[in-house]
Nanobody
Framework: QFVESGGGLVQSGGSLRLSCTAS????????VTWFRQAPGKDREGVSC????????LYADSVKDRFTIVRDDAKNTVYLQMNSLKPEDTAVYSC???????????????????WGQGTQVTVSS
């Protein structure tokens, strides 16, 4: 349902771009959120993009460093991550909910489709 790519190992200060491509459904009507989960920590919402240009949300910890972009023609959402820090190390997953706009706090039960996750590791 979702295929994620773009994770890997990068040095502190580096950049990565994650991709999340949907198959089997039209991504354009869903809000899509990138979540991450580090070992021993709860899953947290990193960034959300709403459908129909309804807006975006960012966690305070990633504001001004990460950018979420959706390309509905490609059924894909991207997460551009710049100025990466060791504390950004986590498994990143994308998910879609059948509500068009973004809102916090994130309710995981609202998300219908999930990706398998991609590992991001930032070395110091």
């Amino acid at each position: 349902q979702f295929v994620e790519s773009g994770g890997g190992l990068v040095q502190s200060g580096g950049s990565l771009r994650l991709s999340c491509t949907a198959s089997g459904f039209n991504l354009s009507i869903y809000a899509v959120t990138w979540f991450r989960q580090a070992p021993g920590k709860d899953r947290e919402g990193v960034s959300c993009t709403g459908a129909f240009d309804s807006g975006t949300l960012y966690a305070d910890s990633v504001k001004d460093r990460f950018t979420i972009v959706r390309d509905d023609a490609k059924n894909t959402v991207y997460l551009q991550m710049n100025s990466l820090k060791p504390e950004d190390t986590a498994v990143y997953s994308c998910a879609a909910r059948l509500i068009t706009y973004c809102s916090e706090p994130y309710n995981l039960r609202e998300y219908l489709y999930w990706g398998q996750g991609t590992q991001v590791t930032v070395s110091s």
